[in-house]
């Protein structure tokens, strides 16, 4: 599987409509299931510690998290690698550490990868609504505002609008 380097954000519409949930082992001490996140957009992150625009998404995640305007959304990570299972877990908590994550990170599997129609590469965001039914995909990450500010356009469309409001 390539990476997506600076390609820009791009939403597929053909994504929407189908619930998607999961259950993955992860970095901590329980798994990560989309259940446990009921009634709560997600922010899907789907990265590989080798990849540069991963790790550039990530602490961005981080970063974004934090502001008040997302703290609606739950962030959950899922990281892809090679290896043993206890090898694709330590890199998980490497990765973890190393850019400071503080959501969940899951390790995914090819079974899982499968299930995420139009994956073309690492980075991507799966953009799952509250009922969990897939809104659309953003696939790559730069350093350009540009790109972040798209991400953060569609990291707002998760939320729903105040009342009165546009």
């Not at 550039?56 to 090679?82: C, D, H, Q, Y």
């Not at 990765?95 to 991507?124: C, H, S």
């Not at 969990?132 to 469309?157: N, Y």
Request: net charge positive.
């Amino acid at each position: 599987m390539k990476f997506l380097a600076a390609m820009a954000l791009l939403a597929l519409p053909a994504m929407r409509g189908g619930t998607f949930s999961f259950s993955l082992p992860s970095t901590g001490d329980t798994p990560v299931r989309s259940s446990d996140f009921r009634g709560r957009p997600i922010a899907l992150a789907l990265w590989a510690s080798w990849s540069p625009p991963s790790r550039l998404l990530a602490r961005t995640l981080v970063e974004l998290r934090a502001k008040p305007e997302f703290r609606g959304i739950a962030f959950v990570g899922v990281l892809f690698e090679e290896g043993s299972p206890e090898e694709r877990l330590e890199a998980g908590r490497q990765f973890a550490a190393e850019n400071k994550i503080d959501f969940p990170l899951a390790i995914g599997d090819e079974e899982f990868r499968r299930r995420v129609k139009g994956l073309k590469g690492y980075p991507t965001v799966l953009l799952l609504d509250a009922g969990h039914r897939t809104q659309g995909m953003v696939a790559g990450f730069d350093c350009k505002p540009a790109t972040r500010r798209e991400l953060e356009r569609h990291l707002s469309a998760l939320l729903p609008r105040a009342a009165g409001g546009d």
